[in-house]
C-alpha cells in the first residue's frame, strides 16, 4: 500500500505532466487570424481607381465623397474623370477597380459580357439643354427633339461632346430621335468633358446638352440660360460597379466593392441628397440606392 507522502507526490507528479502537456498544445496552436474586414485594419492593397465620368468630378461631388471614402475605409481613391464611354472602355480592359457612369446601355452590355459585376443605381439629375439667352433657334420650352429640329433648321451653332460619354449618346440618342443625322459648320464638336464644353458654348455663343449638375456648378461664369427641360428624355441616371476580378486578377476586389457599398450607403446617399443645397437652393443629384428602376 502507498504511503500518505508517496500518494501525494505521485498525484504531484501527475499534475505536472498533465500541466506541461497543456502547455505544449497551446504553443502549438496558432494565433486566431484578424477578420480581414476588421476595423482598423489597414487594406492589403490601398489604390482604388475609379473611373468616372467628368460630371462627378466636374459639379464637385467627388471633391467631397474622395475623403470621406478614403477616411472611413484607409483606401486611396484614385479619380480617372474621362467620360462615360471612356471609363467603360478602361474596365473592359481592367485598368480601373470600379465604375461611377450614366450610360445604361453600355453599362448593360459590360455587364452582360461579365467585364462588371455588382452594379447598383446611385444617384440621378437630368440633362438640361442651354444656349444664349438670345435663342436664335427659337427653342426654348419646346420639347428636347422639336428644340434639336429647331437648332438643324436655322443652322444655329451646336457644342457637341463628341467624345461617346454618357452625354454625347443620350445627345445622339435625341437627334435619332429627332430623325436628324447632325453635320455642317454649326455642328462643332469639342472632344472634351462637360465644363470645357459649357466654356466653349459660352463663348461662342452656342447651345448644347448637358448635365445639370455641371451647368449649376459652373452657370456663374457661363452667361448661358437653361431653355428645355423636364422632358422624360432628358432623365440621367448614375450607376456603380465593380470591374469584375475574376476576368482581370490584377483589380483590386476588395476596394471595388468597398466603393460600390460606400456609394449606396444611407450616410453617403445623404451626403448626395444634400450636396448643391447650400449654394444653389437645390441638390446637384438626388440619390436613389435600392430604388426599382
Known amino acids: 500500500m502507498f504511503t500518505k507522502n508517496r500518494l501525494w507526490v505521485i498525484m504531484l507528479i501527475v499534475f505536472m505532466v498533465m500541466l506541461a502537456a497543456a502547455g505544449c498544445t497551446a504553443a502549438n496552436q496558432e494565433p486566431p487570424k484578424e477578420d480581414a474586414g476588421q476595423q482598423g485594419q489597414e487594406p492589403a492593397v490601398k489604390e482604388v481607381i475609379l473611373a468616372t465620368t467628368t460630371s462627378t468630378t466636374d459639379s464637385g461631388l467627388l471633391d467631397v465623397l474622395k475623403p470621406e471614402f478614403d477616411k472611413q475605409t484607409g483606401y486611396d481613391l484614385t479619380i480617372v474623370s474621362v467620360g462615360s464611354g471612356a471609363a467603360i472602355a478602361m474596365g473592359e480592359k481592367g485598368e480601373a477597380d470600379a465604375l461611377l457612369v450614366h450610360s445604361p446601355k453600355d453599362e448593360k452590355r459590360i455587364e452582360a459580357a461579365g467585364v462588371a459585376v455588382n452594379r447598383q443605381i446611385v444617384m440621378h439629375n437630368d440633362f438640361v439643354l442651354v444656349g444664349p439667352s438670345e435663342d436664335p433657334a427659337g427653342v426654348r420650352g419646346k420639347a428636347v427633339a422639336e428644340a434639336l429640329k429647331a437648332i438643324a433648321e436655322k443652322q444655329a451653332l451646336f457644342l457637341s461632346r463628341g467624345d461617346e460619354s454618357g452625354t454625347h449618346k443620350k445627345e445622339l440618342g435625341i437627334w435619332e430621335k429627332a430623325g436628324i443625322t447632325p453635320a455642317g459648320e454649326w455642328y462643332q464638336e469639342t472632344g472634351t468633358g462637360m465644363g470645357d464644353t459649357l466654356n466653349v458654348a459660352a463663348e461662342k455663343k452656342g447651345y448644347t446638352l448637358t448635365d445639370r449638375g455641371t451647368y449649376l456648378a459652373l452657370k456663374e461664369n457661363l452667361g448661358l440660360e437653361i431653355l ?61 440606392a435600392g430604388k426599382e428602376e
Open 228 to 288: 428645355v427641360e423636364g422632358d422624360p428624355d432628358l432623365l440621367n441616371v448614375y450607376h456603380v460597379m465593380q470591374v469584375n476580378p475574376e476576368k482581370f486578377d490584377k483589380v483590386n476586389a476588395a476596394g471595388g466593392q468597398a466603393f460600390v457599398e460606400f456609394m449606396v450607403s444611407p450616410e453617403i446617399q445623404q451626403i448626395i441628397k444634400n450636396f448643391g443645397v447650400d449654394k444653389f437652393g437645390s441638390p446637384l443629384f438626388f440619390p436613389d
